[in-house]
Structure formats: structure tokens, C-alpha cells
């Protein structure tokens, strides 16, 4: 075949209808045949298979290269639409969202200028002013969709932080320069939020110690007496600070800050007030728990990432604020894509407010989301996982071989196995390798993490199809796993070890 028959064009449709058919076949019989998340395979056993592979040497078919692709990808891949993946913030796919993904693909729309995107850029500014109506935001408000919460995040700071120089350029009595005002300026934000603050800090030329951490209460929620001596603290330092970042979910813990007492010190003080929904923005969609989010229509900017709990493949974030004119702070004009004249003629040219130029047609998955099953039936699949994890806390709390951190207010919970006789130190290493020798079977996958130092697991349910027997089987391999860890390392008075197969 010729290079040019690989052209997706008028005259190669049907070579595009039948690749893409081998290619929803293979991966539609991959899905049916998944028995656990994961084969095990390790870095040091796969590296070879895909090093052996002579990219100077093309295949020419494209039911050869899928051959191929099962060994170096599909038969090892992670599945997160497996009831027993209980690790990280990834969920399974609604099935219009892959229609949309396949279809965006083809077309390869990118939304940075009208005249590249007729119809996507439309779309786009629709769903944006429909997930601005959800959190509560009145007719000024706009968006941006983005590649993550991390991108969102830094949209918002960074808004944040023209905004602050300009309110202090235009209260100082005397002419500040931008780089005079930056070393003054501080985010504060839950000790228990988003590493991308930090990592946003850092890009806006803040550095990390801009960012002050504000504990958190036994719920691991910002205290907001805490955030107001803070508040205090900096104003008699002579401390501006430019952003406070509120957390609707945290990823250890689910935990949602208190919005509307964050919103009044906010408020009192003029900070901006940013919201991090990446995690908990299913609740814009859950009839039973949207309260959740009250105070969320107060905040300057929210973060929301439709590829966690609205079910959507990556990526799909995006960043909404309040008033749509703060976008202007990333608008650049350039005379071969979006020259300043486009503006007086009202072309709509997404490339206006994004931090990103070339950028996919992300919305259109959740278009098709919100055009075959509604905002109801996400709302109702993000409410399942909510109500799996307040099962799964209920097996924890009443399990003295495990001690849980908090109950759950989302759909995480963090937990450590205790394992008779072990010293915490042991402990420790016990739930380390429990996780570690799970990861290496296959057979289910769970997160980790660290809490007052200490080790810790975590599930992360975001698969309503996981089911309270799934959560139970887990639980057992991890405590069969540690236990026999534990017994070989020195545990004083060992439990009796089980001979019985595992789950």
C-alpha cells in the first residue's frame, strides 16, 4: 500500500471503517475476557517485548501491528473497568464518551480558532455555560476546557495572581512593578490539597514557599479558624494573599472543605477564592448530594475534571470562573491565527482564554455523555461509588484486623491492616508488601499513602459495578498478605495462618 492509502480521506473511508472495526473488536474481546485488573507483569519482564520491537520496520497491516499491540499493551494493561482496581482517580467509560472520543479523532478538530473548529467551539462554550449553571455561577461566568485539574488549577492561579497585582498596583501609592509584588504574595491552602498548588507556585514565579499549608480538623477538612489567623498573620506581615484554595475532594481522603465559612473569610479579606472540584464535581450531577457543594457558586474559579467522576475518558478537565473577564488575562493576539480584528467582529476564538494553543475537541465526549444518558444517570453512577465506599467504611470499622482513618464523605477511604503482634514499624512494612504482593498477582490493585507518617492503603471507588463482596475479597487478600509478611519478620504472637486459597 502506499503512503498516501493510509490518509483518512473521501476516497479512504472503507479502510478506515474496517481498521477501526479490527480495533473495536480486539479491545471489545480483551474487555470480555479481563478476569482481573491486572496480569502482573512487571517493567523488567515486559521491556524487552517492546524493545524488541524494530520500529525502522513497519508491519503494513493494521491487523499485523494489533497482533503485535496485545503483546506490548493490551494483555498487560491496567483495567480500570474492573470491579477489584480500587487504586487511583480512574474510572471506567460511559460508552457515548468513547463514540465521541472516536469520532473527535477522526475529525481532528482543534479548538483554538473558529475557523479551525465551526461547531466544536460552539459546543464547547455550551457545555461550559451548563457545568457554570450547575456550580451556581450567574451569566458572567466562562471557562476553558483543559487537559486536567492540574492545568486547571494553574489557569485559576495564575488569574488569581494578575488579578491580586492589579488590585495592589491600583491601592499602592506608590508604582509597584509586578516582580516587587510577587515575593509578597501567598495561596493558602488545606495541608491536605493538590500537589499541583505547589507545582503552580513554582511556574508563576512564586516558588513553593508562597504556598502556606492551613491545617486540617479530624474530618481532614481546612480549619477554618486556622485560615483566618493565617489570614491574620500574613496582614501583619505586610503579606498579600493573592489566592485561598478550597478542595471539594481530596485525594487521599474525599474530604470536601467547609465552602461557605472559607467563602466568608474570603470575601471579608478580597482573596480570591478558588475551588478544587477536580474529584468531587460528580456531586454537580447527584440529586441526593449536590449540598455538598454549597458555597461552590462563591468561589472565583473552580477546577473540574469530567475524567473522574463524570465517567469520561482522559482528558477532560476544565477551569470556570465566575467572572469571564478574568480570562482576558490570558488572551494573546496573533496576526496568523487570532488577530485583535476578530474580536470586533465576534469570532469566537477559543484560543482567547486557554493557556494552550492546538487543543483537542475534549468536550464533545461529554456532549454525547449528556445527549444519550443525561446529567441524571451520571449523577446516579457517581451516587453508587459514594454509597460502595459508606458500605466498605462500615467493613472497615467493624474489622479489628484494620483501622480506618475517617469516614468517607466521597468515595476514598484510607485504612492500615494490623497485624497481631506487630510493632508499628512492621506494620508499616506489613502493608507495604500486602500492596506491593497484590500489584504483583493481579488480582486487585490499591493505592497508598501516608498519614502522620505512617503507611497506609487506600481505595479509590469511582466503578459502580465494584460491589461490597468485591471490597470484602480485597480486604482478606490484603490481610492474608500482611499477615504472612508480618509472621516471617518478627511478629510477637502471629496469627494462626490460613491454608486456604486465596479469593
Known amino acids: 500500500m502506499s503512503s498516501r492509502s493510509h490518509l483518512l480521506n473521501d476516497r479512504t473511508a472503507e479502510h478506515y471503517r474496517r481498521s477501526l472495526t479490527h480495533g473495536v473488536e480486539r479491545v471489545a474481546a480483551r474487555l470480555a475476557g479481563t478476569e482481573q485488573p491486572f496480569t502482573g507483569v512487571t517493567p523488567a519482564e515486559l521491556a524487552p517485548t517492546v524493545s524488541a520491537v524494530d520500529l525502522e520496520k513497519p508491519l503494513g497491516t493494521a491487523s499485523e501491528a494489533l497482533d503485535e499491540l496485545e503483546r506490548v499493551y493490551l494483555r498487560d494493561a491496567v483495567y480500570f473497568h474492573h470491579p477489584r482496581y480500587l487504586a487511583h482517580l480512574n474510572c471506567p467509560v460511559v460508552i457515548p464518551a468513547v463514540l465521541g472520543e472516536a469520532v473527535l479523532s477522526a475529525v481532528n478538530s482543534s479548538l483554538d480558532t473558529w475557523d479551525q473548529s465551526a461547531g466544536g467551539t460552539l459546543i464547547e462554550r455550551r457545555l461550559v455555560a451548563w457545568t457554570a449553571q450547575r456550580v451556581g455561577f450567574g451569566s458572567s461566568a466562562d471557562g476553558i476546557f483543559t487537559s486536567g485539574g492540574s492545568q486547571s488549577n494553574l489557569q485559576a492561579l495564575l488569574l488569581a495572581r494578575e488579578e491580586t497585582c492589579r488590585?495592589?498596583?491600583?491601592?499602592?501609592?506608590?508604582?509597584?512593578?509586578?516582580p516587587q509584588i510577587l515575593p509578597k504574595l501567598r495561596i493558602l491552602t488545606s495541608e491536605c490539597s493538590h500537589f499541583s498548588i505547589e507545582k503552580a507556585a513554582v511556574l508563576l514565579g512564586?516558588?513553593?514557599?508562597?504556598v502556606v499549608p492551613v491545617p486540617c480538623d479530624e474530618q481532614r477538612r481546612m480549619r477554618v479558624d486556622a485560615l483566618e489567623e493565617e489570614m491574620a498573620r500574613c496582614e501583619r506581615a505586610g503579606e498579600t494573599v493573592m489566592a485561598v484554595v478550597a478542595t471539594a475532594g481530596t485525594t487521599d481522603f474525599g474530604s470536601i472543605d467547609p465552602l461557605p465559612a472559607v467563602a466568608d473569610l474570603c470575601e471579608r479579606a478580597g482573596a480570591w477564592l478558588h475551588v478544587d472540584a477536580a474529584y468531587g464535581c460528580g456531586l454537580l450531577t447527584s440529586r441526593r448530594r449536590r449540598g455538598l457543594l454549597t458555597g461552590i457558586e462563591?468561589?472565583?474559579s473552580v477546577t473540574?475534571?469530567?475524567?473522574?467522576?463524570?465517567?469520561?475518558?482522559v482528558s477532560s478537565s476544565a477551569v470556570l470562573v465566575r467572572d469571564g473577564d478574568t480570562l482576558r488575562?490570558?488572551?494573546?493576539?496573533?496576526?496568523?491565527?487570532?488577530?485583535?480584528?476578530?474580536?470586533?467582529?465576534?469570532?469566537?476564538?477559543?484560543?482567547?482564554?486557554?493557556?494552550?494553543?492546538?487543543?483537542?475537541?475534549d468536550a464533545l465526549k461529554l456532549w454525547m455523555t449528556l445527549r444519550v444518558m443525561g446529567a441524571d444517570a451520571l449523577g446516579e453512577l457517581f451516587d453508587e461509588c459514594v454509597d460502595r465506599a459508606a458500605d466498605a467504611w462500615r467493613l472497615l470499622d467493624a474489622d479489628d484486623r484494620f483501622d480506618v482513618v475517617v469516614e468517607p464523605r466521597l468515595s476514598t477511604l484510607v485504612f492500615r491492616h494490623l497485624p497481631r503482634g506487630a510493632d508499628a514499624a512492621l506494620t508499616d512494612r506489613a502493608n507495604l508488601h500486602a500492596r506491593d504482593a497484590l500489584f504483583a498477582s493481579g488480582e486487585a490493585v490499591v493505592a497508598g499513602t501516608v498519614v502522620d507518617g505512617r503507611h497506609h492503603l487506600k481505595f479509590t471507588l469511582l466503578n459502580p459495578e465494584t460491589s461490597t463482596a468485591d471490597i470484602a475479597a480485597v480486604l482478606?487478600?490484603?490481610?492474608a498478605h500482611a499477615d504472612r509478611y508480618a509472621a516471617e519478620h518478627g511478629a510477637v504472637h502471629p496469627p494462626a495462618l490460613s491454608t486456604a486459597p486465596a479469593c
Open 167 to 178: 488590585l495592589v498596583r491600583k491601592n499602592s501609592e506608590t508604582a509597584l512593578s509586578t
Open 206 to 210: 512564586l516558588g513553593t514557599e508562597a
Open 298 to 300: 462563591r468561589a472565583d
Open 304 to 313: 473540574v475534571d469530567y475524567h473522574k467522576s463524570f465517567f469520561q475518558p
Open 329 to 361: 488575562h490570558v488572551t494573546y493576539h496573533a496576526d496568523y491565527l487570532n488577530p485583535a480584528r476578530s474580536v470586533e467582529r465576534e469570532i469566537p476564538n477559543q484560543v482567547d482564554k486557554s493557556l494552550q494553543t492546538t487543543r483537542r475537541f
Open 476 to 479: 482478606d487478600l490484603i490481610a
